[in-house]
């Protein structure tokens, strides 16, 4: 390998280096991050529970039939949430 070679070779790793410091992400960044992940995964599932037990106590007797089906759905609708978030800003 040339010096010239070798001193391109350095440069390159050495620019890649301080890029790579440069966008590295702060811990409020991270913090952020985390609590928006945690936000798009809560707000359908809290969502869903309360709907859910409104509706059954519209019905007649005890049931939990809608409070279960809403929280599954709640579920299911914040990991497609926080999937799609992932994706597009991870």
Do not use: C, H
Request: zero cysteines.
């Amino acid at each position: 390998m040339t010096d010239e070679k070798w001193q391109r070779s350095v440069e390159q790793q050495a620019k890649r280096m301080s890029d790579a410091q440069r966008e590295r992400r702060s811990l409020l960044g991270q913090t952020v991050f985390l609590g928006t992940l945690s936000a798009l995964f809560l707000v359908p599932l809290i969502a869903g529970a309360y709907l859910g037990s409104w509706l059954d106590r519209m019905a007649d007797g005890y049931s939990t039939r809608w409070t279960v089906s809403l929280i599954v759905l709640g579920i299911a609708a914040g990991v497609f949430n926080v999937y799609q978030f992932i994706r597009k800003y991870w």
